[in-house]
C-alpha cells in the first residue's frame, strides 16, 4: 500500500514542520491497515492522530491537538504521513528499485556537474561565483569568510536586518503574532539560522556563530506571539541544539558566552527564555574557574526568585557547591539557610527514607506539621509519608492508625487506602469503619467506588435513578446492566430525553442521537430508542438540525 496524494492537503510551512518532526523520530505507529493509520506524536504535548484511507488515498484526518480542533490539517498529521509512507516503502521492493535508481541518477548528475566544472576556465569560475554570490548571501559567506577571523560589522547588520523584516512580515500593526502566523515565523527563522550558520560553522568561526544563535533566541523570546503551539520551544530546542556544540568547542571563549547567559536570563527573568537558558548554562559550561561567576549568578537570581522556581535554583546552587568542592559543613549550613521552606525538608526526608533511618524520619514529619499547619496541601502529603514509613518500619498498629487518621482527615481520591485498611483491620470492625467512610465529607466522592467493591449494587442503582447527572450512570453502567438491565435501560432513556430536550446546537444533537445506540444491548433497547426518536420528532418538528442528525442513525 503506497498512501498517494496526500502531501497537497497541507501548506508548505506544515508540510515541512511535519517532516521534521517525522525525521525527529517523534512519531510512533500504533496500528496501521488499509483503512486507517492510527499513531502518537510527541510535540508539546502527546498528540493522538488517526487518518482514514479508502483506495490508498486520504478520505479524513483527525488531530487533538489545537490547531486541528479548528479544522486545519496539522503537522502531527503530516508527520504520521510521512512515517507511514517510510513504514510501507520499506517493505516494497519496487519502491526500492526506484530509490536506488534515483541515487544513480543523483550520482550520474554529480559526476556530470564536476566534469563540467573541471573544464571552465579560471575566469569562467570567477565570473560565475561572483554572480552567484551577489544573488545568494549563503554563498557570499561561504566565499567571504574564508580566512577571517571574525565576521565584519556589515554581516553582523545584515542578520539583524533580516531577522527585523521576518518579524515585521510576522507581526500586526500593534507588533502581535498571532496563532495563525506563529508557525510560519518561528519555521522561517530556524531556516534562516540554519543557512546563515552553516559557513560560520565550516570556518570555525564559533564566537560568531554563537552570536547569531543568540540573535534568532533573543529575536523570538522577545516577542508578542500566540505560543499555543509550542513554536517559542521549537526555536528553542534548535538554538539549544547549536549550543550544545559550540559552548564545548575548542575556539569557544566561555567568558565571553556566560556573560551573554547572564544578560538573557536578566532580561527574560520570568518568561519562557528564562526556563530554556539555566539548563544550558549548567550543563555545558564545565570550566570549574567559571563556576564561582555561576554561583553568584544564582544567588542574585535566588533573592528574587518566587516559590515556584526556588527549589530548582537553590537545589542547582548545592549541586554546584559540591561540584567545586565545598564540604559538607558547607552544604549542610547553607541549606539551614532555607529551612522554613518546605522543599528543603522535603529533601532530608527522602535522603532519610532512602537511608532508612525510619526514627530520625518520624521526628522530621512532627517538626513539619508544626512548620507547615496552615498548608493542608502539605499536612496530607507528610500523613501519606508517615503511612509510607509506619509500613516500613513497624509497628503494625501505628501504621493501621495512621491510615486511619489520613483517610478520614483529608480527601481520597482513590480506593488506594481504603483497600489497605479493609485488609488490615479485622473482618468484625469493617462494617463500622465503612459506614463511617459513607458519611465522612472526605470520603464522599469514594461512594460509588465502595458500594461497588462492597456488591452494594441495589443501593447504587436506586441512587443513580433519583439523581440528576447522568455521567455516574455512564462509568458505572457495565457493572449495573449485567444485574438490572431493564432499570438502567430506562434511566439511560431518561437521561438521554432530558439531555436532547436541553440541546440546541448540531454537535450536541448528532452527540445525543448517536448515543441512542447504546440503547441496542439493552432487552427491547431498539425498539425504546425508536419510540424516543419518534418523541422528539413530534415534539420538534422545527429543529432541522436535530431532525438530519436522526436521519444518521439506524433505528
Not at 483503512?35 to 479524513?60: C, H, M, P
Not at 565550516?202 to 543568540?214: C, P, Q, S, T, Y
Amino acid at each position: 500500500m503506497k498512501i498517494t496524494d496526500w502531501k497537497k492537503l497541507f501548506a508548505p510551512h506544515i508540510l515541512s514542520r511535519g517532516e521534521e518532526y517525522y525525521e525527529s523520530e517523534l512519531v510512533e505507529i500504533e496500528a496501521m491497515d488499509e483503512q486507517s493509520v492510527e499513531a502518537t506524536v510527541e510535540g508539546t504535548d502527546t498528540y493522538s492522530v488517526e487518518i482514514v484511507l479508502k483506495n490508498n488515498r486520504v478520505v479524513q484526518m483527525d488531530c487533538d491537538c489545537p490547531y486541528a480542533a479548528e479544522g486545519n490539517p496539522c503537522k502531527h498529521m503530516a508527520a504520521v504521513l510521512f512515517a507511514a509512507n517510510e513504514t510501507e516503502s520499506a517493505e516494497d521492493p519496487l519502491v526500492e528499485c526506484i530509490t536506488k535508481r534515483g541515487q544513480e541518477k543523483r550520482e550520474t548528475r554529480d559526476t556530470a556537474l564536476a566534469k563540467a566544472i573541471g573544464a571552465l576556465s579560471e575566469e569562467q569560475l570567477r565570473l560565475l561565483l561572483t554572480d552567484a554570490a551577489k544573488k545568494h548571501n549563503d554563498i557570499w559567506d561561504r566565499i567571504t569568510l574564508i580566512g577571517k577571523k571574525r565576521v565584519d560589522a556589515s554581516v553582523r547588520n545584515r542578520w539583524a536586518a533580516d531577522l527585523y523584516e521576518m518579524t515585521c512580515r510576522a507581526s500586526d500593526r500593534h507588533g502581535f503574532i498571532d496563532y495563525y502566523h506563529a508557525s510560519d515565523y518561528t519555521s522561517e527563522l530556524c531556516t534562516y539560522l540554519n543557512e546563515a550558520i552553516a559557513p560560520l560553522m565550516e570556518n570555525r568561526l564559533v564566537m560568531d556563530a554563537f552570536d547569531l544563535v543568540g540573535m534568532v533566541f533573543a529575536e523570538a523570546m522577545s516577542q508578542e506571539i500566540d505560543d499555543s503551539d509550542g513554536e517559542l520551544d521549537y526555536v528553542a530546542s534548535r538554538c539549544q541544539e547549536y549550543w550544545e556544540v559550540l559552548i564545548p568547542a575548542q575556539e569557544a571563549d566561555q567568558a565571553k558566552m556566560l556573560d551573554w547567559f547572564q544578560s538573557q536570563i536578566c532580561r527574560f527573568s520570568g518568561d519562557v527564555g528564562e526556563g530554556v537558558l539555566w539548563p544550558v548554562l549548567f550543563e555545558y559550561f564545565t570550566d570549574p574557574k567559571l563556576l564561582p561567576k555561576i554561583l553568584a549568578m544564582l544567588d542574585r537570581q535566588i533573592k528574587s526568585a518566587n516559590k515556584f522556581t526556588l527549589e530548582h535554583l537553590v537545589s542547582r546552587r548545592i549541586a554546584l557547591m559540591k561540584q567545586i568542592g565545598a564540604s559538607d559543613v558547607e552544604v549542610h549550613a547553607y541549606r539551614q539557610t532555607f529551612w522554613k521552606h518546605s522543599f528543603i525538608r522535603k529533601q532530608e526526608l527522602d535522603r532519610l527514607e532512602a537511608e532508612k533511618q525510619w526514627k530520625e524520619a518520624l521526628e522530621l514529619l512532627r517538626e513539619c506539621e508544626g512548620m507547615d499547619a496552615e498548608d493542608r496541601f502539605l499536612l496530607s502529603e507528610y500523613s501519606s509519608r508517615r503511612i509510607r514509613i509506619l509500613k516500613e518500619s513497624g509497628p503494625e498498629s501505628a501504621w493501621v492508625s495512621a491510615l486511619q487518621r489520613h483517610i478520614f482527615g483529608f480527601p481520597q481520591r482513590d480506593m488506594t487506602y481504603v483497600s489497605e485498611l479493609k485488609q488490615a483491620v479485622p473482618a468484625e470492625q469493617w462494617p463500622q469503619l465503612l459506614q463511617q467512610l459513607f458519611e465522612n465529607e472526605y470520603t464522599r466522592t469514594l461512594r460509588r467506588e465502595l458500594q461497588l467493591s462492597e456488591g452494594m449494587l441495589e443501593q447504587m442503582m436506586t441512587e443513580l435513578e433519583a439523581s440528576r447527572y447522568s455521567y455516574e450512570l455512564q462509568k458505572y453502567e457495565k457493572e449495573l446492566r449485567k444485574v438490572y438491565p431493564e432499570r438502567v435501560r430506562d434511566l439511560l432513556l431518561k437521561h438521554l430525553d432530558s439531555q436532547m430536550r436541553q440541546a440546541s446546537t448540531r454537535s450536541a444533537y448528532a452527540k445525543t442521537a448517536q448515543e441512542l445506540k447504546r440503547l441496542y444491548g439493552y432487552p427491547e433497547g431498539r425498539e425504546k430508542a425508536a419510540e424516543l426518536a419518534k418523541a422528539w420528532r413530534r415534539d420538534f418538528p422545527r429543529r432541522s438540525a436535530m431532525l438530519d442528525e436522526l436521519k444518521k442513525v439506524k433505528m
